[in-house]
């Protein structure tokens, strides 16, 4: 029997606990009390539901029993106290019923009242007169079932305390609604700070959002015209000298750009686009040095439909072009490499260039990409430049795994 009672108050716990996480789940409780119960708690703000919530959660099962059972024994040292204190007027049996149900309803009422204050009216004498009768009601109610209890009649109960009850009803009634104005004026007013502070936050958190996408679409906008440039040129040059290789070269470029239109302006690709795009890329490159170039990609599959930012590697691939393959008169291999590290993934742009120290600041596709890596992923993100040996450079990009729409735009 016991364990039924635990668990049906188990169940319960659990289904206000969905309600005020998510109050589309008022349509999975059943109708009766507990369904009006959750409708009274799905339309309590977000605010109110975040405060029940953690009440509800904090005193869920056996935590929840031992707070009842302190109370229980408070009470009862009361009706213990009041008993001894005044023998002639309350028996122990009087005195118990008596406390427990001032004790019980005082509480019932000041935790309906905590969770409760936006609906609570503002303070004024009727309220107040109605807190002092209902109290003093309370206490004649408890009295008048004591009575009964007792096999007395409720007129012998009235004559022998009915003065002392009606004195501690008015004296509860008095100083629960003085506790009662108090704590819902300061809730109220709590309240309204929370909201206030909510809405500054989301303000905040939309002008920085804004300001992100503002500013990687300034770095696009560099990183665009950067790149067409420095391919538009190696175009022009070789129809100037009327090599045989500007019509292949003509051809790759056009195959790179019908790859890349979309990629440009999309703000994510996938690793496998990013990757054809740079394979592209380097087609081109390769029309131009010839024997000069050589380069190799790897993408594991499982990694293939991964989202990055739009030309992020690319533009690592194209500095290694400009500053590692081009100055070189041997030329150099570049080498793309992409694995996965846990909970990360890194890629790897290597060549066997002209590098044999870093510099000392970075370029302006360098330093957009860093600035880009950071505004897309924070902290979660990292770009690393070293020299390898006997010359060239080694760029990496460490990155989370997270899916689309965790990346920031």
């Given at each position: 029997?016991?364990?039924?009672?635990?668990?049906?108050?188990?169940?319960w716990?659990?289904?206000?606990?969905?309600?005020?996480?998510?109050?589309?789940r008022?349509?999975?409780?059943?109708?009766?009390?507990?369904?009006?119960?959750a409708?009274?708690?799905?339309?309590?703000?977000?605010?109110?539901?975040?405060?029940?919530?953690?009440?509800?959660l904090?005193?869920?099962?056996?935590?929840?029993?031992?707070?009842?059972?302190?109370?229980?024994?408070?009470?009862?040292?009361?009706?213990?106290?009041?008993?001894?204190?005044?023998?002639?007027k309350?028996?122990?049996?009087?005195?118990?019923?008596?406390?427990?149900?001032l004790?019980?309803?005082?509480?019932?009422?000041f935790?309906?009242?905590?969770?409760?204050?936006?609906?609570?009216?503002?303070?004024?004498?009727?309220?107040?007169?109605?807190?002092?009768?209902?109290?003093t009601?309370?206490?004649?109610?408890?009295?008048?079932?004591?009575?009964?209890?007792?096999?007395?009649?409720?007129?012998?109960?009235?004559?022998?305390?009915?003065?002392?009850?009606?004195?501690?009803?008015?004296?509860?009634?008095?100083?629960?609604?003085?506790?009662?104005?108090?704590?819902?004026?300061?809730?109220?007013?709590?309240?309204e700070?929370?909201?206030?502070?909510?809405?500054?936050?989301?303000?905040?958190?939309?002008?920085?959002?804004?300001?992100?996408?503002?500013?990687?679409?300034?770095?696009?906008a560099?990183?665009?015209?950067?790149?067409?440039?420095?391919?538009l040129?190696?175009?022009?040059?070789?129809?100037?000298?009327?090599?045989?290789?500007?019509?292949?070269?003509?051809a790759?470029l056009?195959?790179f750009?019908?790859?890349?239109?979309?990629?440009?302006r999309t703000?994510?690709?996938?690793?496998?686009?990013?990757?054809?795009?740079?394979?592209?890329?380097?087609?081109?490159?390769?029309?131009?040095?010839?024997?000069?170039?050589?380069?190799?990609?790897?993408?594991?599959?499982a990694?293939?439909?991964?989202r990055?930012?739009?030309?992020l590697?690319?533009?690592?691939?194209?500095?290694?072009?400009?500053?590692?393959?081009?100055?070189?008169?041997?030329?150099?291999?570049?080498?793309?490499?992409?694995?996965?590290q846990?909970?990360q993934?890194?890629?790897?742009?290597?060549?066997?260039?002209?590098?044999?120290?870093?510099?000392?600041?970075?370029?302006?596709?360098?330093?957009?990409?860093?600035?880009?890596?950071?505004?897309?992923?924070?902290?979660?993100?990292?770009?690393?430049?070293?020299?390898?040996?006997?010359?060239?450079?080694?760029?990496?990009l460490?990155?989370?795994?997270?899916s689309?729409?965790?990346?920031?735009?």
């Amino acid at each position: 029997m016991f364990k039924s009672i635990t668990q049906w108050h188990r169940d319960w716990e659990d289904e206000i606990l969905q309600v005020l996480q998510d109050p589309a789940r008022l349509n999975t409780v059943q109708p009766g009390y507990r369904r009006r119960m959750a409708e009274h708690l799905a339309k309590m703000s977000t605010i109110e539901r975040q405060q029940v919530h953690a009440f509800t959660l904090k005193y869920r099962g056996l935590k929840g029993y031992l707070a009842l059972g302190k109370l229980l024994l408070a009470l009862s040292a009361m009706a213990l106290a009041l008993h001894f204190m005044f023998p002639a007027k309350f028996s122990l049996l009087e005195a118990l019923v008596v406390t427990h149900a001032l004790g019980l309803c005082s509480v019932v009422g000041f935790v309906s009242m905590w969770f409760n204050y936006r609906r609570i009216p503002a303070a004024s004498v009727t309220s107040f007169l109605k807190v002092v009768a209902l109290a003093t009601l309370g206490a004649l109610v408890g009295a008048s079932l004591s009575a009964f209890v007792d096999g007395r009649s409720v007129a012998a109960m009235m004559e022998k305390i009915g003065r002392t009850l009606l004195i501690a009803g008015i004296g509860v009634g008095t100083f629960y609604s003085i506790i009662y104005g108090a704590v819902s004026t300061w809730r109220n007013r709590e309240y309204e700070m929370l909201t206030t502070k909510l809405q500054m936050q989301a303000e905040q958190e939309r002008l920085a959002r804004q300001l992100s996408e503002t500013r990687l679409r300034l770095l696009q906008a560099q990183i665009e015209p950067h790149f067409l440039f420095n391919t538009l040129g190696a175009v022009q040059q070789l129809a100037q000298t009327e090599s045989p290789r500007a019509a292949e070269l003509t051809a790759n470029l056009i195959t790179f750009l019908r790859a890349s239109l979309g990629d440009m302006r999309t703000e994510h690709v996938t690793l496998q686009a990013e990757l054809a795009l740079i394979e592209a890329y380097l087609k081109v490159m390769k029309t131009r040095l010839g024997n000069r170039l050589q380069f190799s990609l790897s993408l594991p599959p499982a990694l293939a439909d991964v989202r990055i930012p739009g030309m992020l590697v690319l533009t690592l691939v194209e500095n290694a072009i400009k500053h590692g393959i081009e100055p070189a008169l041997r030329g150099g291999t570049i080498d793309v490499v992409v694995t996965e590290q846990g909970a990360q993934y890194q890629i790897d742009v290597r060549d066997t260039g002209a590098g044999e120290s870093l510099p000392t600041t970075l370029g302006v596709g360098l330093s957009n990409l860093k600035e880009r890596v950071q505004l897309a992923y924070g902290t979660a993100g990292s770009f690393t430049l070293q020299t390898q040996e006997p010359s060239g450079m080694l760029a990496t990009l460490r990155l989370p795994l997270v899916s689309t729409h965790e990346v920031t735009p």
